[in-house]
């Protein structure tokens, strides 16, 4: 139990006659960072409400940090770090006086609270602007600040939901950085439910992905790529054959071939040496003029999954 942050057994969660959750279960080992998948209206939210205790599962059982959520919810969400839709800030005060004003709510003693604020300020860049208006900023750095809120009482777990909407492409990439240096210096582990697969690839040990409720899949992006054929070979010439492309396709390796007059694509389970295909290709004929080799991004991993629910 002490190496579980998070266990969601057989979970259903019910709004009226809308089925949010739908028999959903999933194991989070503590000291990762958990990337939690899904379009818009998957059930995302929902199952964070769940995890901090703010809705009760319809059934299943719950457990954050080893705590049952509908017995323990005020346990958790002491043992809980959150930065939700609203990032909780206070833009008339300092980014000092905010974690002052969050120090103070966690009892942290003097002491303590001028520490950790300095600390979390330096991980994130804002030391030298602690004493400007919080009005002032930019929503990205107002989004690192919250960050530094969540984390001020050393919680064991952080949880969020979308941390990088509506950032631009400069805010995004300090909030992933910041995260990833986070989650070493601190030792937290981080489940993060986002839409943004490539922000999940480049953060994430593991990921899963859910529609309507469901879990589709889950594991780490290279464990996800196998299963959906996650290496892709492109080879444009000319002699491309239906024979030949059967021939491919009975590789143990090919999870699948597309063939055109003058393009072959084949998907594979595993990273291959091209050079035995191009070889392959010569020998039946083939004008090989040029190869590609191309590992298949989480995106592709997800929009796959997405085509094979529908």
């Known amino acids: 139990m002490a190496n579980v942050a998070i266990r969601i057994n057989d979970v259903t969660h019910d709004f009226s006659s809308v089925r949010a959750l739908d028999g959903l279960s999933i194991e989070i080992p503590q000291g990762i960072i958990f990337g939690f998948l899904g379009p818009n209206g998957a059930g995302k939210t ?13 059934s ?5 940090l080893g705590l049952n959520t509908r017995t ?9 770090g959150a930065l939700l839709e609203y990032p909780g800030l206070y833009e008339q005060l300092s980014a000092e006086d905010n974690l002052e004003f969050y120090g103070r709510i966690w009892h942290l003693t003097g002491v303590d609270r001028r520490e950790r604020i300095k600390e979390l300020l330096t991980q994130i860049g804002l030391w030298e602007r602690r004493e400007e208006k919080v009005v002032k900023w930019s929503k990205g750095m107002k989004q690192r600040l919250a960050l530094a809120r969540a984390l001020i009482h050393q919680p064991s777990l952080l949880i969020l939901d979308e941390p990088t909407a509506g950032l631009d492409v400069m805010g995004a990439t300090a909030i992933r950085n910041d995260l990833a240096n ?10 993060m439910a986002t839409h943004n ?12 992905i859910i ?4 879990l589709l899949a889950i594991g780490n992006p290279n464990e996800l790529r196998k299963q959906t054929g996650g290496w892709q070979v492109e080879v444009i010439g000319t002699g491309f054959t239906e024979d030949l492309a059967n021939v491919i396709r009975a590789r143990p ?22 050079a035995p295909l191009v070889n392959l290709l010569v020998n039946k004929g083939v004008q090989v003029e040029e190869v590609s080799k191309v590992k298949a991004s989480l995106e592709d991993v997800f929009l796959t999954l997405m085509q094979e629910e529908k």
């Open 72 to 80: 323990r919810a005020d346990d958790i969400r002491s043992l809980t």
């Open 253 to 274: 390796e090919v999870s699948a071939v597309e063939r055109s007059k003058n393009r072959v694509v084949i998907q594979f389970t595993k990273e291959i040496d091209t």
């Open 182 to 191: 986070l989650a070493r210096n601190e030792g937290v582990s981080i489940f």
């Open 211 to 214: 529609r309507q409720g469901k």
């Open 60 to 64: 299943g059982i719950v457990e954050v």
């Open 46 to 58: 929902t199952t964070i409400n769940i995890l901090l205790g703010l809705l009760e599962p319809t």
């Open 197 to 208: 697969m490539a922000e999940a690839e480049k953060l994430c040990h593991q990921v899963a």
